[in-house]
């Protein structure tokens, strides 16, 4: 095995990294999570949904204005696993490893971090790099491993995910196994994931061996 927790280096990154999820998180809270998806929109959209979605400005064009670039929403059908609307937004988005402009991660991390493989696979089937980085430079691999998604894991690895990847503070999937109970908890319960403590660490262990089998 080419890594190893004998040095403190490990659980240090790791509180480190949990600082810096919260801190994320705690503008995700704020601004645009949950987002509504699906076939519709929702009745009463917030401003952040509305930013996030495909542009839908009703007021008349202004015909003198260069041409505007649409944003397709991508990330929230990702996270929601909502697979129909994620194909359907993926044949005319374009770029499926488009980072969302709010808070620059890609669809395919998003569905990592809330365990929707088949989002996944949809992601990666329309041309996903599965090692495509986040603004903090993180991976899917990174989010998987952190919120204990051992299917996720398997199929970003069995995609040639890079296990050795390093955000931009050299956090790695492997150290990411290790943020405390106490960071991960306030992330799960900010994001609304239905995921305890016994289910996290549960599938934080599984996770283990697979990545430890891929840095031989």
């Not at 890594?3 to 919260?22: C, E, M, W, Y």
């Amino acid at each position: 095995m080419s890594k190893t927790h004998s040095n403190d280096h490990a659980p240090r990154s790791a509180v480190h990294f949990g600082f810096q999820i919260l801190t994320t998180v705690a503008v995700i809270v704020a601004v645009a999570l949950p987002l509504g998806c699906g076939d519709g929109s929702p009745s009463n959209p917030s401003p952040s949904s509305a930013a996030l979605e495909t542009n839908t400005n009703t007021s008349p064009p202004d015909e003198t204005a260069s041409p505007s670039t649409e944003t397709i929403d991508i990330w929230t059908p990702a996270a929601m696993g909502e697979v129909a609307t994620l194909k359907a937004r993926l044949a005319t988005a374009g770029d499926p490893n488009a980072l969302d402009p709010t808070f620059g991660v890609s669809a395919l991390e998003w569905a990592a971090d809330f365990g929707k493989v088949d989002a996944m696979k949809a992601i990666l089937e329309a041309g996903g790099d599965v090692d495509v980085r986040s603004r903090e430079r993180g991976t899917p691999l990174i989010g998987a491993a952190f919120l204990g998604r051992p299917e996720c894991v398997r199929l970003l690895l069995e995609a040639g995910a890079d296990p050795k990847a390093m955000n931009k503070d050299g956090i790695t999937p492997l150290d990411a196994l290790d943020v405390p109970w106490e960071f991960t908890r306030e992330i799960i319960e900010f994001l609304e994931i239905p995921l305890d403590r016994d289910v996290l660490e549960t599938g934080r262990r599984s996770c283990r061996p697979l990545l430890e089998a891929a840095l031989k």
